[in-house]
């Protein structure tokens, strides 16, 4: 069974610096995709940065140059480093991996439960 869990969510002032993760278990070969997607209340869920198994990543421009997605392998785990923190970033957080079928895998998205990350002052 592929189970993602996001952890790390907290209300951190503008400007401040916040570390999400999310742990993957369940699958370990065919993740073509690592991703975190946002949904802020009222709006529509959005992708804020893409890790691709090439090792390319994507990011909304609306976070570029402040927040950065890494992978470690070892522990199966994504992170997304947010910097320079604005109210706008204030969304629940989903990490999301796309896979391809294998070995009794169904392919295609698997989603976390989502983190909540609120910044005010």
């Known amino acids: 069974q592929v189970q993602l869990v996001e952890s790390g969510g907290a209300l951190v002032q503008p400007g401040g610096s916040l570390r999400v993760s999310c742990a993957v278990s369940?699958?370990?070969?065919?993740?073509?995709?690592w991703s975190w997607f946002r949904q802020a209340s009222g709006k529509q869920r959005e992708l804020v940065a893409s890790?691709?198994?090439?090792?390319?990543?994507n990011y909304a421009d609306s976070v570029k140059g402040r927040f950065t997605i890494s992978r470690d392998h070892a522990k199966f785990t994504v992170y997304l480093q947010m910097n320079s923190l604005k109210p706008e970033d204030t969304a629940i957080y989903y990490c999301?991996?796309?896979?391809?079928?294998?070995?009794?895998?169904?392919?295609?998205?698997?989603w976390g439960q989502g983190t909540q990350v609120t910044v005010s002052s």
């Open positions: 999301n991996i796309n896979v391809a079928a294998h070995w009794g895998i169904r392919g295609g998205d698997y």
């Open positions: 369940g699958v370990r070969f065919n993740i073509n995709s």
């Open positions: 890790l691709a198994s090439n090792g390319s990543t």
